[in-house]
Structure formats: C-alpha cells, structure tokens
C-alpha cells in the first residue's frame, strides 16, 4: 500500500507555471504507474499524465501535451508535474494517483487504487 499526499497548487495568472508534487509513503512509488487526473467545477474528472514504474515512458492527455511535464524522483519518492503556459481551462482540483495493474490502462481511474487529496489550481485570465 501506498499512501499519497499532493501539494503545490495555488493562483497563478494565464501564461504562467506551476510545479505540483505528489509524496508517497509506504511502498516506493517506482512500483506503480503514476498518474495525475483533474476535477473542474462541475465536471468529471479527467486523466491529466502518466509516467511508467521505470519513469521511461510518460503519456499525456491531448489538452496539456507539451505544456506539462510528469517526471519522478526515486530517492525522493516524490512525483512532480510541471505545468507550463497555463491557461483558465486548466482550472482544476489536481491528484495524483498510483495504478498496480497495466501500461495499457494508465489513463484509465478505475485501474488506480491510491488517490491524494487533490491539490487547487486555479488560473486567472
């Protein structure tokens, strides 16, 4: 089991950046994919990235590729998303997540079985 806590998240104007970290504790989060998912007022939440257990491969959802970056630091045990060229849309409740079970299900939330307690976002125009 594994035990995630976000942090990072704040007010930032549109065009700006943000870095958010997810600290895990209990197993080490280089055994699990790793993902960030978001919540907007009054939508469902959404896959954000996901960065495999050996951190080679990350995927993104098609409205934040090449403005974010998931990345992990193993002697931290520490994941990050680093959010660039922000934008009002990106307005969002952001957790972490780590999935025991497939690459080929990493932007699936139902394959995630640990969850942080979100972190706000929020971008002005």
């Known amino acids: 089991q594994v035990q995630l806590v976000d942090s990072g998240g704040g007010l930032v104007q549109a065009g700006g950046s943000l870095r958010l970290s997810c600290a895990a504790s209990?197993?080490?989060?280089?055994?699990?994919?790793m993902g960030w998912f978001r919540q907007a007022p009054g939508k469902e939440r959404e896959f954000v990235a996901a960065i495999s257990k050996s951190g080679v491969s990350t995927y993104y959802a098609d409205s934040v590729k090449g403005r974010f970056t998931i990345s992990g630091d193993n002697a931290k045990n520490t994941l990050y998303l680093q959010m660039n060229s922000l934008k009002p849309e990106d307005t969002a409740v952001y957790h972490c997540?780590?999935?025991?079970?497939?690459?080929?299900?990493?932007?699936?939330?139902?394959?995630?079985?640990?969850w942080g307690q979100g972190t706000q976002v929020t971008v002005s125009s």
């Open positions: 209990g197993r080490t989060f280089s055994d699990y994919i």
């Open positions: 997540a780590a999935s025991p079970g497939s690459w080929i299900t990493r932007d699936r939330q139902y394959r995630y079985d640990y």
